[in-house]
């Protein structure tokens, strides 16, 4: 075709990208590819194909990790891990700035790769992926520099073993390795089975960058290599990126194990569009949203929720749309959609939508590839929220719509998800749109723009889709621990002595649930003894319709939520008020229950209430640096509804120290007391009554640990369970907590100092963090 004819036809390409370089580095490998450990690649053991999806040719041979493999892969970076941390943050930071220059000057081979294995178009690898990827390790050189200085009283983790997919094989590789690496750990990583090409380049770079041997491993392999990693006793901590499903299993596999646990998995992201926005951008938008990367995007916009009045309209122009995307080759910089990643995954996709029999379903009119694993455009409206395809993630090219009326309706639509990945919505009004995007159940949102990403920026989501940030100063949480360290914690008895009368008419204390006083459901009561025997009331022992009573109240005490920093301040200044005004009374219950210093503890416990007060109005997120023109906001955002299970060593301020900060931050409480000494929890609510907390907001029950940790865990309602008791009860947490993926904060058998907490470990906790992404400008 001649320029001439060119601009006769205005046609679009072909523009192809030369795959010839690629090709060339994997013969140069043998086409056959051994496992990266120690700083070294090993010899080619079985292995498995790897193949071009868009042709079906076989790429290259990749080794299959056996348990040997990834033994040798952790002994080595066990070995490394202490050198590395201790060459410090400038040796480190040096060392990833080579990372991300090396990255940029063999960014067209990496790209080339990408898209040869994966199937994603070129256009997407080169412009978005491999410079991501460059910037994750320049911006985490920076953070490896100030560790030192602005982190003084943490340390690396350890060894980490991680797992990514397919959908973003570099990418996701550098979310991974750079902050872990950056913070002085090592790390044993497998890529995903479809897609390892890159991962072993990648490892080729590590030794031209200088990386020490064994602080970046490499084993390729299947789920079964990659349950070997996640279960390995090396690792000290395990990042994950995958389905919810394979989520849930590694919560249960590594409970009560003492790792770290990050999780970023599924989503059903919503893509709201109100009657006010600029239809022509959203569509856009949305094309970006959902059939970037051939929709398999964990973040991917396939929930579109669109206002009545607009929504004939919208379908029709976005119909109009689809039929003129370019769906082929992926290695021509011309095309929109690329292939399918495998053939596997493309059953997945054509078995979901076949079986949806509601709604409208048109596919793009537009040329598709006679072989190769594609799969067209496809939007189905039409739907109601219940039906399968609204709920359940296609990880495919398919959009599936409804229809909304009032911005209330749309922000009910949207959560009514199990997930909580990621949230799009367009609006021309700033004060509708920042009104919807706290209110969205979802680690980020994105205004009047969509799949905007950035390493200063975290990224991560909420409920199903997992727990724990990629990016920014929360995602380096997770790879690094406190200084010091913990003792163990012995565990607490209650005391003993004989059953005799008890001081007073009536000392058997009830459970306090939505600001009453309630008897427990199943009736029982147990006698408390003072540190000499003698018996000093009955408290309740609370069941687990007791703990469906209080997670109901809590519920129904949302407001909470939404109340003003300032005025929960107020209100822990009050109860700290009201305590003191008690505090001779608590002191001699303590001194009763103890036999310590209860005096010093009553003190300890108005200070610390002092402190969640200060910090109440003052732990609301930042803005960060990210290369837009706009800006992210990183909002603090409540937990929401927190089961704890409250310490036995401090009665009262361990009780102060776990409910202090989450109501500060907006949470509401299920409390269990300490067990052995539950009265000054008990006597507590007396104090709550007289503080103007709004009923509901915190609830505290007595009873076993033992019983009621499983309970909660288990709960469906319940966001968070926190354990600070001296009964190890982390493994039943961790392992329940996997039916709704919950959050857990677990002790794992050591001590608190309660005297001296890390208060800002609670607010932490305490909070997820929201990343709103707000462009600007016309």
């Known amino acids: 075709m001649t320029v001439k004819e060119i601009f006769d036809t205005m046609d679009y390409g072909p523009a192809p990208e030369s795959a010839e370089d690629a090709l060339a580095w994997i013969v140069d490998q043998g086409a056959s590819f051994g496992h990266f450990i120690d700083g070294a690649f090993t010899e080619p053991g079985e292995t498995f194909e790897s193949r071009n999806p868009a042709t079906g040719e076989i790429l290259a041979n990749i080794s299959r990790g056996t348990q040997a493999d990834v033994d040798a892969a952790f002994a080595a970076a066990r070995k490394a891990q202490p050198g590395w941390e201790g060459s410090g943050g400038h040796a480190r930071a040096r060392v990833l700035y080579a990372i991300a220059r090396l990255l940029q000057k063999n960014a067209r081979l990496f790209a080339v790769l990408e898209t040869l294995d994966n199937g994603k178009p070129i256009r997407e690898s080169r ?19 100030i560790m030192e200085t602005e982190l003084p009283d943490r340390r690396a983790i350890g060894v980490c073993g991680q797992v990514i997919p397919w959908n973003f094989p570099l990418l996701m590789l550098a979310w991974k390795i750079a902050p872990a690496i950056a913070m002085g750990n090592s790390v044993v990583l497998k890529p995903a089975e479809y897609t390892s090409l890159t991962a072993l380049l990648f490892a080729d770079i590590c030794r031209q960058a200088g990386v020490p041997p064994g602080v970046v491993n490499i084993i390729t392999g299947d789920g079964a290599t990659g349950e070997m990693i996640v279960t390995h006793d090396e690792a000290d901590k395990v990042a994950f990126t995958g389905s919810t499903e394979v989520g849930r299993r590694i919560r249960r596999a590594t409970a009560g194990q003492g790792k770290a646990l990050t999780l970023e998995l599924g989503g059903k992201s919503h893509y709201i569009v109100f009657d006010d926005a600029d239809i022509d951008s959203a569509i856009e938008g949305l094309v970006d949203a959902i059939w970037f990367n051939q929709g398999q995007v964990c973040c991917a916009g396939s929930r579109l929720i669109v206002q009545e009045g607009i929504a004939e309209s919208f379908h029709t122009r976005l119909k109009a749309r689809m039929d003129k995307l370019r769906v082929g080759d992926p290695l021509d910089k011309c095309i929109d959609v690329g292939a399918i990643v495998d053939p596997v995954q493309l059953d997945t996709i054509t078995r979901l939508v076949d079986a949806n029999t509601a709604g409208e379903v048109h596919r793009a009119a537009c040329d598709m590839p006679a072989s190769g694993c594609f799969y067209p455009p496809t939007l189905i409206t039409g739907l109601d929220p219940a039906d399968p395809l609204m709920q359940e993630e296609i990880f495919g090219p398919v959009l599936v719509s409804t229809t909304f009326r009032t911005p209330a309706e749309a922000v009910s639509l949207a959560n009514n998800t199990r997930y909580g990945l990621a949230a799009t919505l367009w609006s021309e009004n700033v004060n509708l749109a920042l009104d919807v995007a706290p209110k969205l159940k979802a680690g980020v949102v994105w205004v009047n723009g969509t799949n905007m990403f950035d390493a200063a920026a975290g990224f991560g989501g909420v409920r199903e889709s997992g727990f724990g940030r990629e990016g920014g100063w929360e995602g380096l949480t997770a790879y690094t621990a406190p200084k010091d360290s913990p003792e163990t914690l012995a565990p607490r008895e209650a005391e003993t002595g004989e059953n005799g009368p008890v001081e007073g008419l009536d000392r058997t204390a009830k459970l306090y649930v939505g600001g009453k006083q309630a008897r427990p459901d199943g009736g029982y ?19 687990r319709k007791d703990v469906r009573n209080a997670v109901e109240a809590a519920q129904a005490a949302g407001a909470w939520a ?14 700290a008020e009201n305590l003191s005004a008690r505090a001779s009374e608590f002191a001699a219950r303590l001194d009763a229950m103890t036999g310590q210093d209860g005096a010093q503890e009553v003190l300890a416990a108005i200070d610390r209430l002092f402190t969640c007060a200060a910090w109440a109005d003052k732990y609301g997120g930042d803005v960060r640096a990210v290369p837009i023109r706009g800006t992210a906001l990183a909002m603090r955002e409540p937990t929401g509804v927190i089961g704890a299970l409250c310490p036995d060593e401090a009665p009262l301020l361990g009780l102060v120290s776990v409910m202090g900060p989450a109501i500060a931050m907006g949470n509401r409480m299920v409390l269990v007391a300490s067990e052995p000494h539950p009265l000054a929890a008990t006597d507590f609510y007396q104090v709550l009554d007289t503080s103007d907390l709004p009923g509901g907001v915190v609830n505290i029950l007595t009873g076993s640990h033992a019983e009621l940790a499983p309970v909660m865990a288990k709960h469906l309602d319940l966001d968070a369970v926190w354990s600070f008791s001296s009964t190890d009860l982390s493994a039943v947490i961790e392992r329940e907590s996997a039916g709704n993926l919950k959050r857990t904060w677990v002790n794992n058998g050591k001590a608190t100092d309660w005297a001296r907490p890390d208060i800002h470990a609670f607010l932490d906790a305490a909070t997820e963090v929201k990343t709103v992404w707000i462009p600007y400008g016309e």
């Open 562 to 575: 939404k109340s003003t920093g300032h005025l929960r301040a107020q209100i822990l200044y009050y109860i």
């Open 525 to 543: 009561s147990r006698t408390i003894h003072g540190h000499d025997g003698t018996p000093l009331g009955h408290v309740g022992l609370a069941n």
């Open 127 to 145: 412009d978005i992926d491999i410079p991501l990827a460059q910037r994750h390790f320049y911006y985490h050189a920076g953070m490896a520099q």
